[in-house]
């Protein structure tokens, strides 16, 4: 691990913020196949975006995080996901899984907002056929809305509000299988590849302080597995 003390950034390796990630979930309760995703994704997070290491700390610190998992609601023709406190990172895999079975046009969820991060997960589950995945956050002039389309590329997008329908109350955002309108490259799938590549070589920036509260939350679960 390096510091910078100007800048009150550690530097740490990339399996390093996957592994410390995804003790922190186990010691909080979380089962070992959703820390194995939320470690991944929040390595990935932290690398192009800067986000990984809050959504864990924020998913770790859960009032009995391991029994608190998300819950599904029906309502009428709508499937809406209770997130329970969950954030992004742990959520996020359940409302993507859910809109590629194609079982609902759109899958809602109840929780905090979502931006461009959500993409770490959909990479994660390698979907590379079909069409592209869009996600979308309320704000004052609609939905920040974004996509990754088949060639793993991130998009900011635009969509209609007869594609995802009446907003389900409380609902913050959806995920859905196509209906996105591209507007600008947030991150190309070659920028992308080469971050990731570069942060094996060089490790991963992540704020001092959050990093000593993910490595005291990491060192509660030592157990072999």
Known sequence: MQQDSRSQIVRVSFRESKEDSYRALRQ?????????????????AQVLFGTGVTAVLKDS??????KRTARHLSLADKVVIS???????????IA??????KNHPVVWVRGAKVGPELAAVI???KVS??????????SKSGWDAFQVGQDGELCSCEISADRIGDTPLWATWFVCLGGGKPKEV????VLRESQVVQAHREGVSVAQSEWHELEKLARKFLVPE
């Open 186 to 189: 947030v991150l190309s799938s």
């Open 28 to 44: 909080a309760g979380y089962s070992w196949g959703a820390a194995q995703v939320a470690g991944r994704c929040a390595g990935v």
């Open 123 to 125: 990479w994660d589950l």
């Open 61 to 66: 610190s859960r009032f009995a995080a391991g």
């Open 129 to 138: 056929e079909g069409e592209a995945v869009v996600w979308g956050s309320r």
């Open 83 to 93: 997130s329970r406190g969950m954030s992004w990172l742990t959520v996020g895999p």
């Open 96 to 101: 993507v899984a859910a809109a590629l079975s």
